[in-house]
């Protein structure tokens, strides 16, 4: 509280606590991608609520769909094809499909067994035996609960493929959820129970738990998944907080010297310093994992192209020997799919820049590239793309966009891609798109909304100078623009606007606001020492 | 009131490790941030609406923490705002464009504290007059006045949360407590 209104009891306005329920709300639509819950709802009714859009059928059991809530004596088996969110009542078990789920059921005495080769569905069972066969030998058997299964594809095009001609091999992995009752997921001749509140994610022939390869627009990180194992890590090291906790004993001290500590706080402090300056373990002997993702998130657009280029299923290794003023003295392939896409991979790497250092170093660097199946389809595309707009994945659904229009380029569709620019608040890309729309005044608000100005969709560019000392690598707005100062003329151009400029000068971060008009250049200089 | 701001329980931040799982969609990280800051959140909106219809308040959090978790994968921890004013800078905007909304001059203006609380109390007749006072604010100044006073956001905060020179959130608040000292004066 200020001291200027000190006189007054600002604090006699109290404001009503929230609503009950507001996190099942919330947490139900991020999940479900539905409309707004509503929060003063039973729980049971809440569930219920979740992603009740429209009804469309494809399959031979039409008459499976039943009104909100209804019971009329579901059929013995048949099959769904969810082209669009809805519900199925299959009396003894009830799910929720999400846009391209499909599911197949049948009974066995009491147990519902339930095919559901790909899609999103939230299942809830009652008293009866539910059995749901996710694809590869992934099989979850749940119990009075409510749960989520999730069959993530590798092909984009899988949602057209009929149930029946659905090969197993385009299952990438399954998340289960559970939200109540017990469950338990089996693969690979292993079984776990998922606890309420748990999930876990199951790749097809390894046993529950292990999970998937991040791919970061086709090409994976290895730095992140070192960081997602290091997180799962300490997952196991907080529940075992949680539980001496509970149990009133004393926990033990963490270590802050623990390589896992000094990864979740960035390498701050002293005692982690052994463990950001390591040695690599892509052999590098100057070259540290920092200095080679950061150079290698430079030109991985450009490497991502070469997947685009030429299409190819699997792992391109490229060794790559980095003079210590940080350009790449050689780039060659070890492994490839393709002798193009090698070719490629390994041209781009040659121009790619890095930290500068004392005695520069060599390491491997493996991307994963995952071709489209079949030919291109932009059908597919966008609809898959509507789909990831439809849970909040703006980042996946502008490029399945992006890949659509690539094939098929409609009105509809520039319209659409300009859309997620905006929800992603692309300054650059919703400008782009802003130049390809015929109605643009009927979409613009959208971008108004996320902070992006007519002017900056419309303005000619401007510019900015930067200056500092020491040299500091510049992010805009907290992209990386590859670029270091000193950076002059019109090398950066950015959209007539506020921006924030930080300039990362080793684990340092210092950011300031600029303003940029059409045409005009601005200059800034720090003394960052 | 100086002795009341130093009563208020300043919330511990959300712990990185639930961030981070947060970060990955974990339900039960998920929940935590919800009840961390679902009370910030609901009195920020319920005090920039100045009252008005409470069922878009309870909409208004509810959708400005679906835009929360899904927009939370590209939150950066070491950015420049914390995930607190990152989470305000979220509901004071989305509540903003409500309030531009044509439609919302016919939002439906709830009773008076003062109805629905305690008469007899003075402090409930008091807050009452400062609802009064913090609605008759322009949108902007009202704005300025809750992130500085009642969610003790600084200078800098506010004007990367609305977006202003921080000079312009000065002279904002400082008209804002005139206007209220004007309308409160003998509330003291």
Redesign the interface.
């Known amino acids: 509280m200020s001291d200027d209104l000190h006189e007054f009891d600002l604090d006699a306005w109290e404001a009503p606590p929230p609503p009950a329920g507001l996190a099942d709300a919330v947490i139900a639509r991020a999940r479900g991608g539905a409309a707004a819950v509503e929060t003063e709802a039973p729980r049971s009714r809440r569930w219920w609520l979740v992603a009740a859009a429209g009804v469309l059928v494809a399959g031979a059991a039409a008459g499976a769909l039943f009104a909100l809530g209804g019971k009329h004596g579901a059929p013995a088996d048949g099959r769904v094809e969810a082209a669009r969110a809805q519900r199925l009542d299959l009396d003894s078990a009830s799910a929720e499909l999400d846009t391209g789920a499909g599911i197949s059921w049948h009974r066995e005495g009491d147990t519902l067994a339930v095919d559901q080769p790909r899609g999103n569905a939230s299942w809830k069972v009652g008293d009866h035996h539910l059995r749901i066969d996710a694809g590869n030998g992934v099989q979850i058997d749940a119990t009075g609960a409510s749960l989520r299964v999730e069959v993530h594809m590798l092909n984009t095009d899988a949602r057209v493929l009929g149930a029946s001609t659905l090969t197993a091999a385009a299952v990438a992995f399954v998340t289960v959820v559970v939200y109540e009752g017990h469950v338990k997921v089996g693969s690979a001749g292993q079984t776990v129970n998922v606890e309420p509140g748990a999930t876990v994610q199951v790749q097809p022939g390894q046993p529950p738990g292990q999970p998937p390869p991040l791919l970061v627009g086709g090409v994976d990180d290895q730095r992140v998944i070192e960081l997602q194992d290091k997180l799962e890590s300490m997952q196991v090291q907080l529940d075992a907080l949680q539980k001496s906790k509970a149990a009133g004993t004393p926990a033990p001290a963490a270590d802050p010297c623990d390589e896992d500590e000094c990864v979740l706080h960035n390498y701050a402090g002293a005692c982690c310093a052994k463990y950001r300056k390591a040695p690599t373990t892509y052999g590098g002997t100057g070259l540290d994992r920092t200095a080679i993702s950061e150079g290698v998130a430079k030109v991985k657009a450009e490497v991502a192209k070469c997947g685009e280029k030429h299409p190819a299923d699997g792992k391109v290794k490229v060794h790559v020997h980095v003079a210590p003023d940080g350009r790449v003295t050689e780039a060659t392939i070890s492994a490839t799919p393709t002798p193009e896409l090698g070719a490629c991979v390994a041209s781009v790497m040659q121009g790619a820049v890095f930290a500068k250092t004392d005695t520069g170093g060599t390491f491997l660097y493996p991307f994963v590239f995952t071709a489209p199946s079949g030919p291109c389809d932009a059908d597919a595309l966008e609809n898959k793309a509507r789909e990831l707009v439809a849970v909040g994945q703006h980042a996946d659904a502008l490029q399945k966009f992006e890949r659509a229009l690539q094939c098929k380029p409609t009105q509809e569709r520039w319209q659409l891609a300009f859309m997620e620019a905006c929800n992603l608040k692309s300054v650059a890309k919703a400008k782009y798109y802003y130049a390809k729309i015929s109605n643009p005044d009927r979409l613009v608000q959208l971008c108004i909304r996320n902070g992006i100005g007519l002017d900056q969709l419309t303005g000619e560019d401007g510019y900015v100078e930067l200056l500092s000392t020491p040299e500091a690598k510049i992010l805009v707005d907290g992209q990386d623009t590859g670029h270091v100062t000193p950076i002059m003329g019109h090398t950066l151009a950015l959209s007539p606007g506020k921006h924030k400029v930080t300039f990362v000068v080793g684990a340092e971060r210092y950011t300031y606001a600029v303003t940029i008009k059409p045409g005009e250049t601005v200059s800034m200089t720090k003394n960052l020492q | 009131?100086?002795a009341?701001?130093e009563q208020?329980p300043v919330e511990p931040p959300l712990d990185?490790?639930t961030l981070?799982?947060a970060q990955?969609?974990?339900?039960?990280a998920?929940?935590d941030l919800?009840?961390r800051y679902?009370?910030p959140?609901?009195?920020l909106i319920?005090?920039l609406l100045a009252g008005r219809s409470?069922h878009r308040v309870?909409?208004l959090?509810?959708?400005t923490?679906?835009r929360v978790?899904?927009?939370l994968p590209?939150f950066?921890p070491?950015?420049?705002a914390s995930l607190s004013t990152w989470i305000l800078t979220i509901a004071t905007?989305m509540t903003l464009?409500e309030l531009r909304r044509p439609e919302h001059a016919e939002l439906v203006q709830e009773p008076p504290?003062r109805e629905r609380t305690d008469a007899s109390t003075e402090?409930?007749r008091?807050?009452?007059k400062?609802?009064e006072a913090?609605a008759a604010l322009p949108d902007a100044q009202r704005a300025v006045l809750v992130l500085?006073?009642?969610h003790?956001l600084e200078y800098a905060e506010i004007a990367e949360v609305l977006?202003l020179d921080v000079g312009t959130v000065k002279s904002r608040?400082s008209r804002a407590?005139e206007e209220?000292?004007a309308r409160?004066g003998d509330?003291?």
């Not at chain 2, 990955?24 to 039960?28: I, N, P, S, T, Y």
Request: aromatic share 6%.
């Open positions: 009131m100086a009341a701001a208020r990185e490790l981070r799982r990955k969609g974990d339900e039960r998920w929940r919800i009840a679902e009370r959140v609901h009195s319920w005090r409470r309870e909409d959090a509810q959708e923490f679906v978790l899904r927009a590209r950066d070491a950015g420049p905007r464009n504290a402090r409930a008091l807050g009452a400062i609802a913090v500085r006073e009642y003790d977006e608040l407590r209220l000292r409160l509330q003291r």
